[in-house]
């Protein structure tokens, strides 16, 4: 049986109101979504008083209150509580027959599933941070339970974050956990060594931050500006015997390219034991 919990579709319940929740909450806001129609559940009473005066959504502490009337539920815990949160929401979910969308990194359609009571309609999501400006990148999956409809659903709902990416060999969900739901902090991490590789050459700190910010959204948008690609994009600013030779040849030299390989397969991994070890 395929469905799309056509049942109050338009209401959308959170479960676990934190970082990733805050971002795609943001984004949809932003993109026009009425934040009546978004109720989350949240056991922190800060955070939940954070999400009603930011984002103007219900919050609550039960998540048996907050998809009450929810046709689509996002589980946006930690892997580590995810089984628990879906077993307490087993009996409602039988009930309902929601969409069930989970961001969470390894947790599989299967154990979610099972989890929420058997033959459930899941789609995996795996969002970045910055869903909160709109620009994030979102790798999808559909269990077969998921129909054309329920589909869309999903889709609309993290276009709302940036780009979609529909995969449909699940295995390989924990690669883009590793490339794209992680990724923004590799980013963040060069950004992190270029600041303190600019104070170590004297540069004071403020000019340091100007310099290496406006350099990676530059670099960013020829990236996804020119159509061309990352190679060829190097190579233009890589005078032959020049100052960019010289740094490239550096990395090349340190194996950076292997140590990234090694990162996104140490992800990759992770991805997998998290799963393995909520079975
Ligand atoms: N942070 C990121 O960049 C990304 C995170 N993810 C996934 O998103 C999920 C959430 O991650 P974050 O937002 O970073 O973590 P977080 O710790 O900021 O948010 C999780 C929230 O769930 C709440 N929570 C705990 N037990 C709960 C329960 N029984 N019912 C309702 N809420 C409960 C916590 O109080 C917390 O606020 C994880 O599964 C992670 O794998 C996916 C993509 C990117
Ligand atoms: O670090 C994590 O496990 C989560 C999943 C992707 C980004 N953050």
Not at 11 to 23: K, P, V
Not at 47 to 75: E, K, S
Not at 102 to 129: K, Y
Request: proline residues 4%.
């Amino acid at each position: 049986m395929t469905r799309s919990g056509t049942a109050a579709a338009e209401h959308l319940a959170f479960i676990g109101g934190g970082n990733m929740a805050r971002s795609l909450i943001g984004g949809m806001l932003a993109r026009g979504t009425d934040a009546a129609t978004i109720s989350v559940a949240e056991p922190v009473e800060a955070l939940r008083a954070a999400l009603v005066r930011d984002f103007g959504v219900r919050a609550h502490a039960d998540a048996v209150d907050a998809i009450a009337g929810a046709g689509t539920w996002v589980f946006a815990v930690k892997p580590q509580v995810m089984r628990e949160v879906c077993e307490g929401l087993a009996p409602s979910a039988r009930a309902a027959r929601p969409l069930a969308v989970s961001i969470a990194a390894g947790i599989t359609a299967g154990q979610l599933s099972a989890w929420l009571g058997g033959d459930a309609a899941v789609v995996r999501a795996m969002p970045n941070t910055p869903a909160l400006l709109g620009a994030g990148v979102t790798g999808l999956h559909a269990n077969a339970a998921v129909d054309a409809a329920g589909r869309e659903r999903a889709q609309a709902l993290l276009s709302a974050a940036g780009e979609t990416v529909w995969i449909e060999d699940e295995a390989l969900m924990d690669a883009v956990t590793a490339v794209s739901g992680s990724g923004p902090a590799y980013v963040f991490l060069l950004a992190e060594a270029m600041e303190e590789a600019a104070r170590a050459q004297g540069l004071p700190a403020d000019a340091a931050r100007t310099l290496v910010l406006q350099t990676i959204l530059g670099a960013a948008r020829m990236l996804t500006g020119t159509g061309e690609t990352p190679a060829e994009l190097r190579r233009r600013v890589t005078s032959p015997g020049g100052t960019t030779q010289a740094a490239i040849e550096t990395f090349e030299a340190g194996g950076l390219r292997g140590l990234v390989a090694a990162a996104i397969e140490a992800a990759t991994v992770r991805g997998r034991e998290l799963s393995a070890a909520n079975d």
